[in-house]
Each structure stands twice: as C-alpha cells, then as structure tokens.
C-alpha cells in the first residue's frame, strides 16, 4: 500500500496526495521541461502530466503555467515548490534507518565538488566528525538534488534563485576555455570571450552555468549546442562541434585527451556557493559549512592549488 501525505483544505478533505505526486512536481520544478523530467523519473511524459493535472486538482491552484516551448511555476507553484521540498525531505529523514543524529550527510554536486579544496573537507570531515559519514553525490540538474531532498547540502557554482534555500559564498573560480584539443585556440596560452565568439557554444542546460549572456550582445557564439551533463559536454568539445567556458575546477578535476582548457582573462569569475534548506537542515549541516568556510579561506590552498586552469585536457 503506497504510503500517502494527506493535505486538507476545505476543497480537498477527503483527498490523498501521494509521495509520488510531490516528488514528480519537484522534478518538473527544478528541469522546467516535462519530457526531461518524466526522463529523471523513469516515466512517461503523459505520466508526468497526469500527476502534475491531477496534483493541481487536488490542491485547487494551477502550479504551473505551460506553453508550447517553455514551462515556468506559477506564484502558488514557486510557493508549493518549498512546502513540497521540505515534506519529501522530512518524509526522507523519517523513514530514514540511521538514527537522526547519525544517518549520513549527503552533500550534493553538479560536477566539480568543491574543486581542489573536495579532498581535504573530506579528509578533514572523516578525521573531526567520524560519527557522522559525509557522503558526495554528483547529480546532474542545477540544485544538484537538493530541491528534491536527495542531498542535505550542496556545492554550487553561479547564483541560486530558489526559494527556500539559504546560500553562503565560499569563494569564486577564475572561468576557463574548453577547446578541441588539435584546435588552433589551443595553441594560444590565453583567451578573451571574443576570441570564441564565431565558434558554435556547446551549453550543458541542466547543471551548467554559462549562458550567452556570458558574452557581449554583439558578439556571442555565432550558434549553440545544447546538452545535458559534463560528461556529454566533454565528448561534443573533443569531438570539435564547439567549445565551452566552465570554472577552473573543471579542468583539474575532468581532464579528457581531446580536450584543452585556457584560461578566459576577461570573464567573471565563478562564485562557489554551500546550498541547504534552512527548513530542514541536517543537523551536522552548521559544522559542514564552519569547515568548508575554514578550508576555503586558508592561507595556502592545497595540492594543485586554486588553479588558474592551464590544464591541457
């Protein structure tokens, strides 16, 4: 028998809403595209619809506004998205078989961690709080599984405008060309954004953070091509459809034969940023955020350093 949260009103009080339902909706939230969220969640996409119908009946309210190209929450929706989030969190944590005090912390990532600074949180986490296992999880949508309650906290990079979620700056990443690595810009030490901008610009829509707003309005990339994770972004840069702008951690952490990485003098850099739910907080969520603060902040960065991103791929 499914286990169901019951949400009363004075439309609704007889009416169940189930898990599923919250988190389907949570998932056409944070892709903004239905086929891509019903691809998330193993469905179909007339599957999806009919949850999404059947949650607004539900609840009275029309959560999402839907259009032929684009899909965007409507005010009730962005207001249901945090009580969602927070219940299918609570939800997590409850059933969860650790003990609250014990179960792990689960910090999310869209693709490069926390840069050269992933080891030493982790090495450091392990040695001060053995009590509480501290486990990264790379997933590939744009809160890196937090609006979904998959993670407790995350890495992210670029500005976060999502409701219900408390951010803090840890630090900012130079920015860096991704070039096919036999390409004449790879020959060159250093690039400006105008010196790619009649180049075809491949785009990761989910977790990446570059736009074409990153360049000038009179000279961005003469097209784009758009894809779904680092790891496809990776393959169309060795491939030669295009090149990319990504942090500095990119190139350290994602090395690949085809592809070479420049830095990018004139682009602004990239803020990394420690992501929660204040509504639902872990409770080890404090400590985290003292020690990624501490590390990030030390006087001499570790290993391979901050990077400028002069790794050749």
Known sequence: ??????????????????????????????????????????????????????????????????????????????????????????FDAAVAPDRPLHRPLRLGHAWSAFGPYTTPLLRRWQREHPETPLELRRIDD????????????????????????ATE?????????????????????????ADLADRTAVLNTVSGTTTLDLWPADRRPRATLTVANTDDWLAAIAAGHGIGVS?????????HPGVAYRPLSDAPPLPVLLTWRPSAPHPATPALLALAREIAHAPEPPGEGRGEGRGKG
């Open 142 to 165: 744009r809160t890196a599984g937090l609006l979904r309650g998959e993670v407790d906290a995350a890495l992210l990079r670029g500005p976060v405008d999502v409701p219900g979620l």
């Open 169 to 193: 700056e840890l630090l900012r990443e130079p920015r860096v060309a991704a070039l096919p690595a036999d390409g004449e810009l790879a020959a060159r030490t250093e690039l400006t954004l």
């Open 1 to 90: 028998m499914p286990i169901a949260l019951r949400l009363c009103s004075a439309r609704m009080s007889r009416t169940h809403i189930e898990l599923r339902h919250l988190r389907c909706f949570l998932a056409i939230a944070e892709e903004g595209n239905l086929t891509r969220a019903a691809a998330r969640l193993h469905l179909t996409q007339p599957a999806v619809s009919r949850t999404l119908a059947a949650l607004e009946k539900h609840l009275g309210v029309r959560l999402v506004e839907r259009s032929t190209h684009h899909l965007a929450l409507t005010a009730d929706g962005r207001d249901f998205r945090e009580r969602a989030a927070a219940a299918v969190a609570a």
């Open 247 to 255: 942090s500095a951690s990119t190139a350290a952490l994602h090395p």
